[in-house]
C-alpha cells in the first residue's frame, strides 16, 4: 500500500510541476523573441481580415471585396521580398494553392500586386461563391502558414 502511495505522490508532483510551466505567464515568450519567439507571437496577433462583403451576404455584381492586415503591410509587388510585408490576393471558388510556388494568375487568382486593400470583380448572377484573401510577398508566394480569410456570398 504504501509503494501504491508513493507513486500516487510522484504522480502528482509531476502534474502540478507540468501544469505551473504551462500558466499564462508570457515571459518565457517575451524572453524567447531573440530566438525566433517574435515570429510565433506575430502569427498568433497577426493575420488578414475580409472587411467587405459580409459573410453570408446577399450581393450584386460587380462584389466590391476589401481588406485589412493586422500585423502585416501592405505593399506593391514591385517592392520586393520584405518579411512582413505584401500583398492581396483573391481566390473565388478555388482551394488554396501551393503555399511554396507563387500563386496562379487566372480567372479564379485575381492578384492585386499594386498594393490595393480593395477590388471589384465581376461574378456570375445566381450563384454562390466562396471568397478567399490570401497575402503574400512581393514574389507573389504566400506565407506559409497561410494568411488568409474567407466569406461566402450570393450575387442576386
Do not use: W
Not at 507540468?18 to 519567439?37: N, R, V
Request: with cysteine.
Amino acid at each position: 500500500m504504501s509503494l501504491l502511495l508513493r507513486f500516487g505522490s510522484v504522480l502528482m508532483m509531476v502534474l502540478l510541476v507540468g501544469c505551473a510551466s504551462h500558466g499564462g505567464d508570457d515571459s518565457a515568450a517575451k524572453k524567447a523573441e531573440g530566438s525566433g519567439g517574435e515570429a510565433k507571437m506575430k502569427s498568433m496577433d497577426a493575420g488578414v481580415t475580409i472587411t467587405k462583403p459580409a459573410p453570408m451576404s446577399d450581393v450584386a455584381s460587380p462584389v466590391e471585396v476589401c481588406m485589412e492586415t493586422k500585423g502585416y503591410v501592405v505593399e506593391p509587388a514591385k517592392n520586393g521580398v520584405n518579411e512582413g510585408k505584401g500583398h492581396h490576393h483573391l481566390i473565388v471558388d478555388a482551394d488554396l494553392p501551393d503555399l511554396s510556388q507563387p500563386i496562379p494568375k487566372d480567372a479564379q487568382h485575381i492578384h492585386m500586386g499594386d498594393g490595393s486593400k480593395c477590388k471589384s470583380i465581376e461574378l456570375a448572377k445566381g450563384k454562390m461563391y466562396t471568397i478567399k484573401a490570401l497575402f503574400a510577398r512581393g514574389n507573389h508566394v504566400p506565407y506559409d502558414p497561410p494568411v488568409t480569410d474567407s466569406v461566402v456570398v450570393f450575387v442576386k
